[in-house]
C-alpha cells in the first residue's frame, strides 16, 4: 500500500525503503538511516512519474537492469548542500600553517573529496593562488555525482553563495553575472582552469598519480557505517605522502579509528 507524498504520487513502503537502504549501500557505502522515506520520495518520486512506473518496487527493476539510471539515483541520493568557506577554522590552517610549510617544494597537491558542487575545492583554490601565487599547485575535487560534477566544473552559483567569501578573494576570482546571467556568481577562468574535477566512487578501487599533501573529507563519515569509514579513510590515507594533512567535518572523529594518525587540532590529522 502506497500513499501520496509528492510528485509521483508514491512513498516506498518499509520493504521498499529497505531494498532502496541496499541499493545506495552496494553503489555508495552510504548508511540511509531509518524515517527517510519521506526525503527518498522527494527525491526519486519524479522519476517514477518520468519513467511512468507505478511504484518504487517497479523503479526497484528498472534499476536492476539499467545502468545509467542507477548512476542518476545515486546522485540524487547523496548531492549534498555545501558553501564556499565552510568550517572557517581549516582554511584558516591551510593558509597560516600548512601553506607556509609546504614553501620549499616544488609542488603542492590537494585533494577535496566528495566536494558536491565544489565550493570546497575553489575555495582552497583561491587560498593558493593568493599565498603560492604562480608557484605550482593542484586542486583536485572529486564526487560520486558526475551531474553534480558537471555544475561545479561550469564554477556558476547562485550569488547568495557568496556571503562566506572573504571580500578580498571576492574581488579578486569572482564575477557578478549581468544580463541574462544576473543573480549568479562566476568563478574567474583562471581559477578555474587550476582546479580539476573526477567522478571518484570513494569505497572503490582508487587509482594512480603522484601523492597528495592534504586530503579533505569533510561531512561525508557522518553517512557511513564504522566498517565502511575504517574502509574509506584507509583507502584514502594510501594517497598521503607522510607528513601530509588530513582533514574531517568537525562533528566527525577519527580517534580510536584509524591507526598512524596524530591529532593536530580539532579535526585535522597529520600523517605519521
Known sequence: MTKPANSSGVTPTLQEYQRLQQFLFSQ???TLGPGKQAMLAGRLGKRLRALNLPSFSAYLQHLSRDTAERQLAVDLLTTNETYFFREPKHFAFLSEVAIPEFHSQQKVRIW???CSSGEEPYSIAMVLAERRGQRPWEVLGSDISQSILQSARSGQ???ARAEKIPRPYLQRFCLKGIGAREGTLQIDAALRQRVQFQQINLITALGGGD???MIWLRNVLIY???ETKVAVCQKL????RPGGYFLVGHSESLQGMIGGLDMVQAAIYRKR
Request: charge should be negative; glycine fraction near 6%; hydrophobic fraction near 45%.
Open 237 to 240: 590515507l594510501q594517497k598521503l
Open 28 to 30: 555508495a557505502g552510504i
Open 112 to 114: 577535496s573529496a566528495a
Open 157 to 159: 552559483y547562485p550569488l
Open 224 to 226: 557511513f557505517d564504522t
Open 211 to 213: 601523492d597528495f599533501d
